[in-house]
Structures are given as C-alpha cells and as structure tokens.
C-alpha cells in the first residue's frame, strides 16, 4: 500500500510539472521516498509519503513526522546531495503528502486497473480507492 500511495504521488509531482530522480533512496540513516526536481525553480524536493487507513491514529499520518524523523531525512538528504555534486547548488525543500486508502468494494472492472484512475476527489488504484488528503510543500 505505501508503495501504490508514493505511485499516486509521483504522478502528482509529474503533473505538477516535477521530473522524478528517484524513487525509494536509501543509505545508513534513513530512506527518502521521492526525489524530485522543479528545473524552472532550480528546486530540489525531498517527499516523505504517508498512506494511511481511512480510521487511523495518526491524523492521516502527520503525526508520524517527529523531530526524529525528520532528521533522518535531512540525514539522508545531505546524503544524497554529497554523492550527487551537481546538485548542491540548488535549493533544496521537504515536502509531506498524505493519504487515505480503502478496498475499492464499488466496481471489480475499470476501478481496479494498474493504473492510476481518477474521478472526482477520489484516486482508484491497484484495487483501492486513495484520497490524496494534503500536499504539504516546505513541510519541514
């Protein structure tokens, strides 16, 4: 499910008009979920993605973001940027999406389909339906 929620934020980040660079980045401290890049911005994005039950403890996953984890992304962020030179001129941002997932129970045929689907406010997917519930920019 957390890798089908980072799907649907991927392709909001395309949409958005964000090349991805990577997806899943990981090293000794921590994993970033998305790197992504707004070239008109000269702006690098660090993308922490939260997928989260409809009922959930965590007020859809924001709750999830303490301090110590945010320090493990920046941990593995400045990470990343050192073995990736090219980049360390550009300014860099870290962003949050949050979302909320349930088992598509409405339709078996086009809802259920490998790609992303959407209508309305809803997301349908991989036999779910995910509501993309904010889009925090500059998050932390």
Do not use: P
């Amino acid at each position: 499910i957390g890798l089908w929620g980072e799907d649907i934020i991927e392709q909001y980040l395309i949409n958005e008009g964000y090349q991805i660079l990577d997806r899943t980045w990981q090293c000794r401290w921590g994993e970033i979920d998305i790197i992504a890049e707004k070239k008109e911005l000269e702006m690098l994005v660090f993308v922490e993605v939260k997928t989260r039950g409809i009922k959930n403890w965590d007020h859809d996953g924001i709750l999830a973001m303490s301090e110590s984890k945010q320090k493990k992304i920046r941990l593995t962020a400045e990470l990343f940027l050192s073995k990736n030179d090219s980049m360390t001129e550009k300014n860099c941002r870290f962003d949050v999406g949050l979302l909320t997932y349930q088992k598509n129970v409405i339709s078996k045929d086009k809802y259920n389909l490998k790609k992303i689907y959407h209508e309305d406010n809803q997301i349908y997917y991989q036999g779910y339906i995910f509501t993309l519930i904010n889009y925090i920019e500059n998050a932390f």
